[in-house]
């Protein structure tokens, strides 16, 4: 049993950084994409970040492009999600979710919900002005 378990979130001012942890347990890591998703009140969830099996290759939406860095450590079975210069509009749920299949990869692939098998419990969020 595949179990992804979230952590770092938390009230932040405008301007501040978080780290947020996904530890993965069950399967083994190493082979898997990961990706980071969130979900603001009354919205859908949204892709924000992913990266590939070895880390060599990471995905971001725009609105965080050069803000938030995801990284991997496969020895410990965990992905990172930092987030620096957070603003309001950031405030939301932060889900991990892994993807354990082989395939290849891009944008549109590791922006879509339905390509992710498992997910992490989520992790609150919140940005002051």
């Known amino acids: 049993q595949v179990q992804l378990v979230d952590s770092g979130g938390g009230l932040v001012q405008a301007g501040g950084s978080l780290r947020l942890s996904c530890v993965a347990s069950?399967?083994?890591?190493?082979?898997?994409?990961m990706g980071w998703f969130r979900q603001a009140p009354g919205k859908e969830r949204e892709f924000v970040a992913a990266i590939n099996w070895s880390g060599g290759t990471t995905y971001y939406v725009d609105s965080v492009k050069g803000r938030f860095a995801i990284s991997r450590d496969n020895a410990k079975n965990t992905v990172y999600l930092q987030m620096n210069n957070l603003t309001p509009e950031d405030t939301a749920i932060y889900y991990c979710a892994a993807d354990p299949a082989i395939r290849p990869l891009s944008y549109r692939v590791v922006a879509q919900l339905k390509q992710y098998d498992y997910w992490g419990q989520g992790t609150q969020v919140t940005v002051s002005s």
């Open positions: 069950g399967r083994t890591f190493g082979g898997w994409t």
